[in-house]
């Protein structure tokens, strides 16, 4: 089995695509070492660098907060919108009225677990004094937070060797952990205080993201061209499986080499690609003259 995984930009969303292209018998002229060299040859023609995170807080089925004032907007948190006190109040999470507690949290939750390995904050403010008692400030703490089935309770991410939580009100503020594999987050934060009353919390964008398991690459087109070396298959099934696929589902298509052969599929659509089961495409192909 062949793995290949594709990224695609859809506007502010990173998507993922696996495809797996299983094999199922070989009519060949050469050795199937030498083919098989030759089919990751071509295909690599289409490869980038590897990546490794994919921000799953964009597929969050839940968002949820300890408070949010009405001029703001808790959907803010996950849209894909970075930025700092520039951003409206309808692109920030804010939690500024008269009675301003110590402490307050972010919590989002998924249909599924997702194995997490960092996160990072964009803190919306509008004082840039970190001993704040009124308006909008960076908290004086924050952390991360995973929800531990087993002991049914919130528990403190372990960060990796140097890492840290910065305090950061122009800047991303990200941190990587132990990996931990749940289906709630939270983000918790302490309010910067003047010692007398507390500074009230923002935020424009939350970001987790998720480890994957297999390798990834990078690329700008959600279209998947087959090629030439794959003329001596007889039979190819396509399993295209991912997470924030564009609306238009990813096409596959095979070269000019390949004409008279068919797909059983030439489109996997959004909602089979982002099932359980993702979306299949069987190729059939005549076995080539002469070949042995």
């Not at 908290?139 to 403190?156: F, H, I, L």
């Amino acid at each position: 089995m062949l793995i290949l995984l594709f990224f695609a930009v859809n506007y502010h969303k990173w998507t993922m695509v696996i495809v797996k292209i299983q094999i199922k018998s070989f009519i060949m002229k050469r050795t199937f070492f030498k083919r098989t060299f030759l089919l990751i040859a071509c295909l690599s023609t289409l490869l980038g660098y590897a990546q490794t995170q994919v921000n799953v807080a964009l597929d969050a089925s839940v968002r949820s907060a300890h408070f949010t004032a009405s001029w703001n907007n808790l959907n803010a948190i996950n849209d894909g919108i970075t930025g700092y006190g520039e951003l409206g109040n309808t692109q920030t999470w804010g939690t500024w009225n008269q009675d301003r507690p110590e402490s307050g949290w972010l919590v989002y939750e998924w249909s599924k677990e997702y194995t997490i390995i960092g996160s990072k904050v964009y803190f919306w403010t509008d004082t840039d004094n970190e001993n704040a008692g009124n308006g909008v400030a960076v908290p004086s703490e924050w952390k991360v937070q995973y929800w531990d089935k087993t002991t049914e309770d919130w528990a403190d991410v372990t960060l990796l060797d140097g890492e840290s939580y910065s305090r950061d009100r122009l800047a991303p503020n990200a941190v990587s952990f132990s990996p931990i594999t749940t289906d709630k987050i939270r983000l918790y934060m302490n309010a910067a205080t003047d010692g007398s009353t507390y500074a009230a919390l923002g935020v424009t964008e939350w970001e987790v993201y998720s480890q994957i398991a297999e390798p990834v690459v990078k690329t700008s087109v959600t279209q998947i061209t087959l090629s030439d070396y794959l003329k001596s298959l007889t039979t190819a099934t396509f399993n295209v499986k991912g997470v924030n696929i564009p609306e238009q589902g990813i096409t596959l298509s095979l070269s000019n080499s390949l004409q008279g052969v068919q797909l059983s599929a030439l489109n996997i659509t959004k909602a089979d690609a982002e099932s359980e089961n993702g979306g299949k495409s069987v190729r059939s192909c005549p076995p080539l003259a002469n070949s042995k």
